[in-house]
């Protein structure tokens, strides 16, 4: 299985984090790691292709969101959490708040 390519958040910019925010698949991928700290692909994938849902990991790992890890012939994925609120204090509590469900995103 191939290794997942993960930058370090110091080469992250926000744009970057907004880019791969502006997508409401991939705002409920995070929201859904957000609650449940680390899930395989297909348990976030609610019925969305696995071309899609391939994309939306490649631009969630480019713009360093998430974690793609082996484990066996699975992909589990986990929100960068600590690192993220550590580079960008606040940005992940606030889209969270902003896109709780119930709420336009």
């Known amino acids: 299985m191939r290794a ?5 958040l110091e080469e992250v910019s926000a744009e970057q984090i907004f880019h ?27 019925g969305r292709p696995k071309s899609s849902m391939s994309h939306h990991f490649r631009v969630l790992r480019a713009a360093g969101l998430v974690h793609t890890r082996p484990e066996g012939t699975t992909h589990m994925n986990r929100l960068r959490r600590d690192e993220l ?4 204090p606040g940005l992940l509590d606030a889209l969270l708040r902003a896109t709780a469900p119930g709420e336009r995103a």
């Open 4 to 8: 997942f390519q993960h930058p370090q």
């Open 85 to 88: 609120d550590a580079r960008f």
């Open 20 to 46: 791969a925010l502006s997508d409401p698949a991939r705002v409920e991928i995070v929201r859904q790691l957000a609650g449940e700290g680390e899930a395989s692909c297909g348990a976030l994938d609610r």
